[in-house]
């Protein structure tokens, strides 16, 4: 009996002993935190990254966090926890447009290896992420603005893709009406982003550009919006709400537009790439149905594709900063980055996955988006540093205001060229 007691006091004293040993080991950790997007399959990815990280270096956790999908919400949540210095996030996804307005808060990679593999990448994206010579953000994917078309529907209606916005509304409104005739009312001509945030800046730019009306303040600081060829632009777009765009396109965001086209509903989608892959699932009721092309073109006689994308960068305040950079550098890896464009068609910032075969026959269109990358449309964020984000917020709301019926686009653009220079200081000139 006392040989039996005693062998359970030894028993439970092993066990102690390993959950000791465990605590302490997994007390010795690291823990690097990674705030991330959670738009379509980039939550995902991210923590299957993060997991391959880990097997490779046992002594780190690397914790993922999902953040909101609207960039405008992301950017208010990361100034809390910088203005209140916090360690609690040591890996940030920063949006292309925020490096000269978060510089002050993020550290330097070029201290931590990134000046071996920075020519791997776009030169135009390590350029922006540059500030004071300082890399603040370590290139993770691009991004264009992409137009999603119907192929079977094209074929059905004997159309063709359509080359200008004028072609683009009649082949929409053509598609919606038979589709609808069919049955089903439900039927869009067309879906997009047009909630007042980032995303409806992406859109508007690139109908205001495509259509000769500048790029809302040139790039040697002249505050170009208050045009004729843009306020036309605006107004055409304010036409589609209701007619070929739900009315309710006004409160849409990416995913929602997705939604709309994968179920099938949508004859035409402006999105980023990363719908590429989702829309191509086995789960789609449109795989194999669609493809992608260039969006139309207006005045300019050539279309418009905002540049877009999203990088790594590391907190000032992180208590593991050369840990915290190892981590960001390894998920922007070309092999890490190779997987994110097969699995959820990421567009790559490493210039030779352009040419990679397996990333091509995953996504097909990478090869002919590498030259839609290339003369992509820059927002004027490094222009208007540190306020693009006021800028943005001024134009978003202004162009939301003539969707909605609240403006017209003359008296929008008027009083928007006006608080643009309030608060810029810029000159006012032409396109």
């Given at each position: ?11 439970n004293?092993i ?16 823990v ?32 993922v ?25 040591d890996?940030y996804q920063?949006?292309?447009i ?7 808060h993020?550290l330097d990679?070029?201290?931590f290896?990134a000046?071996?593999?920075?020519d791997?990448?776009?030169?135009a994206?390590?350029e ?7 890399l ?11 137009l999603?078309?119907?192929t079977?529907?094209?074929?059905k209606?004997g ?23 069919e ?9 997009w ?38 306020i ?23 995913e ?12 035409f ?7 590429y ?8 009721v ?18 418009a594709?905002t ?9 000032k ?13 390894f ?13 959820g ?8 996955l ?7 026959e995953?996504?097909p ?9 290339i003369n ?6 490094t ?15 202004a162009?939301?205001?003539?969707l ?24 006012i000139?032409?396109?």
């Amino acid at each position: 009996m006392r040989l039996n007691r005693y062998l359970v006091a030894v028993c439970n004293l092993i066990i102690a002993i390993f959950l000791i040993g465990g605590l302490a080991m997994a007390q010795e950790k690291v823990v690097i935190t990674v705030a991330a997007g959670a738009v379509g399959q980039e939550l995902e990815l991210t923590r299957e990254a993060a997991q391959r990280y880990m097997e490779a270096h046992p002594d780190v956790e690397v914790r993922v966090i999902d953040t909101p999908d609207l960039a405008t919400d992301r950017y208010g949540l990361y100034l809390q926890f910088f203005e209140a210095r916090s360690s609690d996030i040591d890996v940030y996804q920063i949006d292309v447009i925020w490096p000269g307005d978060l510089a002050e808060h993020l550290l330097d990679l070029y201290e931590f290896g990134a000046k071996e593999i920075a020519d791997e990448h776009f030169p135009a994206i390590i350029e922006n992420n540059t500030v004071d010579g300082r890399l603040v953000g370590i290139p993770w994917f691009t991004d264009a603005g992409l137009l999603y078309y119907r192929t079977d529907l094209l074929e059905k209606y004997g159309l063709e893709v359509p080359k200008t916005w004028a072609e683009f509304e009649e082949v929409a409104r053509i598609i919606q009406e038979g589709e609808r005739a069919e049955g089903n009312e439900d039927f869009w001509g067309f879906v997009w982003q047009g909630n007042a945030y980032e995303g409806l800046t992406c859109n508007a730019l690139e109908w205001i550009c495509s259509n000769g009306g500048g790029t809302i303040i040139s790039p040697d600081g002249v505050i170009t919006i208050n045009n004729p060829n843009a306020i036309e632009a605006i107004e055409m777009a304010a036409r589609w709400v209701g007619t070929i765009s739900p009315a309710g396109v006004t409160g849409f965001a990416e995913e929602d537009a997705r939604s709309l086209f994968q179920s099938g509903n949508a004859a035409f989608m402006r999105n980023w790439p990363y719908a590429y892959a989702l829309g191509q699932s086995e789960e789609s009721v449109i795989a194999g149905k669609f493809d992608v092309a260039s969006l139309p073109a207006g005045r300019s006689g050539h279309g418009a594709a905002t540049l877009g994308g999203w990088q790594l960068a590391v907190s000032k305040y992180s208590n593991n900063p050369e840990i915290a950079a190892d981590v960001a550098l390894f998920m922007a890896s070309p092999e890490e980055q190779k997987i994110r464009a097969i699995k959820g068609s990421f567009t790559p910032t490493i210039m030779t996955l352009y040419e990679d075969p397996e990333v091509l026959e995953s996504a097909p269109f990478f090869g002919t988006l590498y030259d839609v990358l290339i003369n992509a449309v820059a927002r004027p964020s490094t222009v208007t540093a540190p306020n693009y984000n006021e800028v943005s917020t001024l134009f978003f709301r202004a162009v939301h205001s003539v969707l909605t019926g609240a403006k017209d686009a003359t008296t929008a653009l008027e009083e928007l060229e006006l608080e643009l220079q309030a608060l810029t200081g810029f000159e006012i000139g032409e396109p």
